[in-house]
């Protein structure tokens, strides 16, 4: 097995389970990988992110209202959802901040990982907040306590139009996405459609009150027999979440899918099956312990392979986190965290739909390849911004990122940046910033375009022209 450097392996790791590293860190950091991994697993300085009032949860019954009056006041009806909008920006930006600031970072990357495999999309600042805070509480603990929480949670239920799931006239979508999409895949053949009919019944009367709180409404609830997975019994919700948990299946999938977001969007070689398949029985016989298969993943020698390291691309979030992470980078106006975030194609708190972003290949397209290899000259250079965002179709990501391009203006700690590489030597100073920035040896021709870029400049500004010309190869765009 081919063996990385340590500053390699330390790279890596800050990548896969955060955001990136400072150079300080991976300067300063001494401690073997376990127990750095460790650390990072039992961090406990969790706190929920607040911008609004739990307690005005409104179930958006203020706004229905006000659009079906005999004379709807459409103005207020515009003021009320700009006013969600900004909310659910302010969420979003503490969220982005949180993650950049480089505290419980395996937490914060766990956390995205679940905000795309429990995708949730409601205009409820309220109900946003505490789906959020809900799969961080849980986002390193077990993942059947996961999935009754979230599946629980009012933005969830809304999402997924369970409110409306009654006795006689039962919906079937939440139990549909709930075997499709949380548990057991959808090309799994590990259900029926039969199965989805009786869970969706087993699910009538899951709802909230207008406090935001979960509700099981009795009245509402089909108490008849139904027949799961091949059982039969008068089963409730609660019921349908513990026979998927019984299922294997749930293990190797739920497995499969973080296999993918922390080792290798490509998952079908019979190494990486192989390597699923002992990770997935583990799992299963520990009751779902997500950190106890997260230290399996990131403390296994295959992690570290040089096949495995420097091959995933970036997530717009990863991209722009890790930029705020490594640099010290602050964004003098929020709207612009969002406007890169809508350009680049992954708002957070709003996904595009029930699966989450598709990731892998699919981040790449010309218009937003271009602007990723653009983003570090514009916020390191101060560059006008010319691209427009995406458009998405969704009126509300365009409430959030209106304005966005014209105010990319940032404030970065240079100074710390640059103490990191003090005792580099000037010849040395591209290879060690690239050895830093990117996960692959710079080629001849690379390096000798990036040393252009720095001719004849004096120490502070070569690294600030170093940097910038190394955050804008292809190959900052891995990880």
């Known amino acids: 097995m081919e063996n990385i450097s340590k500053s390699q392996r330390l790279q890596h790791l800050y990548w896969r389970a955060g955001f990136g590293a400072t150079p300080e860190q991976l300067l300063k950091e001494v401690r073997p990988v376990k127990t750095l991994v460790k650390e990072m697993l039992t961090q406990s300085d969790f706190q929920p992110l607040v911008v609004v009032d739990v307690d005005q949860f409104e179930n958006n019954k203020t706004l229905k209202k006000l659009a079906t009056n005999d004379k709807p006041d459409r103005d207020a009806i515009k003021m009320r ?32 990982f679940w905000h795309g495999h429990f995708a949730c999309r409601v205009l409820n600042p309220a109900a946003v907040q505490r789906y959020l805070n809900t799969i961080r509480t849980h986002a390193l603990g077990n993942f059947a306590d996961l999935l009754m929480a979230v599946s629980k949670e009012p933005a969830m239920l809304q999402f997924l139009n369970n409110q409306q799931n009654r006795k006689g006239a039962p919906n079937e979508n939440f139990a549909r996405e709930a075997m499709e999409l949380f548990a057991l895949g959808r090309a799994s053949g590990s259900y029926t459609e039969a199965d989805i009919k009786d869970a969706a019944r087993a699910f009538t009367g899951w709802g909230y009150n207008l406090r935001g709180e979960f509700t099981f409404r009795q009245n509402q609830h089909d108490d008849g027999l139904k027949t799961i997975f091949g059982q039969t019994g008068q089963f409730k919700g609660e019921d349908v979440i513990r026979l998927l948990l019984e299922k294997k299946q749930t293990a190797r999938f739920v497995t499969g899918k973080i296999y993918q977001f922390l080792v ?174 990117i996960q692959q040896p710079l080629g001849k021709t690379q390096r000798a375009v990036i040393l252009q870029t720095s001719a004849d400049s004096a120490r502070d500004e070569r690294i600030r022209n170093l940097t910038a010309a190394l955050m804008a190869l292809p190959e900052y765009q891995l990880c």
Do not use: C
């Open 81 to 112: 959802i700009k006013e969600n909008a900004g909310l659910i920006r302010d969420l979003n930006v503490l969220w982005i901040e949180q993650m950049a600031s480089g505290t419980d970072i395996l937490r914060e990357k766990m956390a995205l």
């Open 264 to 437: 290798s969007d490509q998952a079908d070689s019979r190494e990486s099956q192989t390597r699923i398949k002992g990770l997935a029985e583990k799992f299963y016989k520990s009751d779902y312990d997500i950190a106890g298969l997260l230290e399996d993943i990131l403390t296994a020698d295959w992690f570290y392979q040089p096949s495995v390291t420097g091959n995933r691309i970036k997530s717009p979030v990863e991209l722009l986190v890790g930029m705020q992470h490594s640099l010290g980078l602050v964004f003098q106006q929020k709207q612009s965290l969002i406007f890169i975030q809508r350009t680049l194609g992954q708002v957070l708190l709003y996904p595009p739909n029930v699966a989450g972003w598709p990731g892998g290949r699919n981040w790449i397209d010309s218009s937003s390849l271009l602007f990723r290899m653009k983003l570090p000259d514009l916020l390191l250079r101060s560059r006008p911004v010319t691209m427009q965002p995406k458009q998405d179709g969704d009126v509300n990501t365009q409430l959030l990122a209106r304005r966005g391009g014209d105010l990319m203006q940032v404030k970065i700690d240079w100074d710390a940046f640059e103490k990191s590489f003090s005792e580099v030597g000037p010849d040395e100073l591209a290879d060690a910033l690239a050895a830093y920035l």
